[in-house]
């Protein structure tokens, strides 16, 4: 079973928060929680949150039919960041023209599987 968290219209670039979840994608929980707490990003903190929110799935004892899981155990095997809908906004330039600014959002997904998920799934 694997548990998932989103966070969709991140007003954040997803180009700015690609490589924060390359670089915990793999990981397990726990490890990945520790890379992001130290990261000086602001898109470290939303991909933190969204973490948090995926352990805390994965925590629920209503959501598992009465099992809970440590994040010991747990294993960020996808962190995918995809491009939202882009705001279009324009500034007044010289002369009267117009400048457009893209304001840019993501939607930041993380899914966890259990480390014995994951050994059966290799052993198959």
Known sequence: MSFQAT???ARISSRKVRPLAD???????DEALDLLKYQPHRGARMLEKVL???VGNAQDPDQNKGVTHNP????????RID???????????ARGMAFGILRRTAHITVVLKTLDELAEGAAE
């Open 7 to 9: 966070h969709r219209y």
């Open 23 to 29: 670089l915990v994608r793999g990981k397990f929980a």
């Open 52 to 54: 948090r929110s995926a």
């Open 72 to 79: 010991e155990s747990l294993v960020v095997v996808d962190a």
């Open 83 to 93: 491009g939202g809908p882009t705001f279009k906004r324009i500034r007044p330039r």
